[in-house]
């Protein structure tokens, strides 16, 4: 008799878009349709390839600087957030300004500010040159040190070591922030903590989840782009919870058929920013290869959801009158 090896997937829950990802995608593409192409949207609304290219063809140009935009246009600010000096460019450049920042990330900013106002200084634990921490860096560049991991808090620096409080990047580890945190305490024992978690609810979500699985999995398989902090993560505490091996992959046609060698767990997920049919191709890829069977791995429920930017409500609500007037007038 021969030895038939069980395949089985483990499908990570919650995985892929977060409320503030969401919001940030319908808010462009409700912008397009509501003042028609082109919608300048600064930074990548989010940091997914397919996202990006979608918006693309439907007529969204990205860019990186302001004064890329032209004069009169309109321009988003992408879900990462921006800093003050942002929209007072953007006010230069005689621009409309649609935020699309995620409302989780103006939480930290609005820390920051008080914090700052308050003359604290503050630890940012943050992924050196990511857009959030550009955002939130600059609402009070005199008050903040960036805190790139546990590596960099020997040589950081305070005016007055019994005003210091720490905040953080909103999609770090979980586990990483803490052993930073833990180092900072000890050089620094009244260092303060934030009000409330920086980290989000999603990104303590999706790693909560893939650590269940990774424990079980031989091989995890995150759905998401290199430049998504969030997706990034998801991979290193996969390894970290047991999994032999654990890749990213923006498609299904970057799996490598060699990484399902001696394999019989795969576990899969997806970062904050990716949208569910490619978490499907790649199911579809695995079950083609024998891996039919499918186990969901519930960490936790999400019901959390965000309005649109306030400056689209307004304009839909004003057309919406405009619209209830029209028929009445016709009626
Ligand atoms: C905005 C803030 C946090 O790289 P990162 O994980 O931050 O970003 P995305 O776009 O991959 O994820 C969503 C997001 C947006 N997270
Ligand atoms: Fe916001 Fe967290 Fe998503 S900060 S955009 S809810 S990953």
Same mark, same amino acid.
């Given at each position: ?5 069980? #395949? ?305 409500? #307004? ?17």
């Amino acid at each position: 008799m021969t030895a038939t090896t069980s #395949r089985r997937v483990l499908l990570a829950a919650p995985r892929g878009y977060c409320a503030g990802v969401d919001r940030a995608v319908i808010a462009v593409e409700k912008a397009l349709e509501q003042y028609g192409a082109p919608i300048y949207v600064r930074h990548e609304i989010v940091h997914n390839k397919y996202v990006v290219q979608t918006l693309e063809r439907k007529g969204a140009i990205f860019v990186e600087q302001t004064e890329e935009v032209p004069p009169g246009s309109i321009v988003m600010f992408s879900a990462h957030g921006v800093a003050p000096v942002v929209h007072e460019e953007a006010a230069k450049g005689r621009l409309a300004t649609i935020d699309a920042t995620c409302p989780l990330v103006t939480k930290v900013h609005k820390e920051a500010v008080r914090f700052a106002n308050e003359d604290y200084d503050i630890l940012l634990i943050g992924h050196e040159g990511h857009e959030e921490v550009i955002g939130t860096s600059g609402e009070a560049p005199d008050h903040i040190t960036l805190v790139d991991g546990p590596g960099d808090v020997e040589k950081v620096e305070v005016r007055d070591p019994s005003k210091v409080v720490w905040l953080s990047q909103t999609t770090l580890s979980v586990d990483e922030t803490m052993e930073t945190v833990d180092a900072l305490k000890e050089k620094f024992p009244l260092l303060i903590s934030p009000p409330s978690d920086d980290i989000c609810y999603a990104t303590q979500n999706r790693q909560l989840a893939v650590k269940q699985m990774g424990a079980e999995a031989d091989l995890v398989i995150v759905v998401g782009s290199r430049n998504s902090s969030n997706s990034v993560r998801l991979v290193e505490v996969a390894k970290l919870a047991g999994a032999r091996a654990a890749y990213l992959v923006d498609f299904a046609d970057e799996i490598d058929p060699a990484w399902l060698d001696g394999v019989s767990t795969v576990g899969v997920t997806s970062g904050a920013s990716v949208p569910e049919v490619l978490v499907e191709q790649v199911l579809e890829w695995l079950a083609g290869r024998g891996f039919e069977d499918v186990e969901i791995v519930k960490a936790a429920e999400e019901s959390i959801t965000f309005s649109l930017p306030k400056e689209l409500r #307004r304009d839909l609500r004003a057309e919406a009158g405009e619209l209830m007037r029209g028929d009445t007038s016709e009626g």
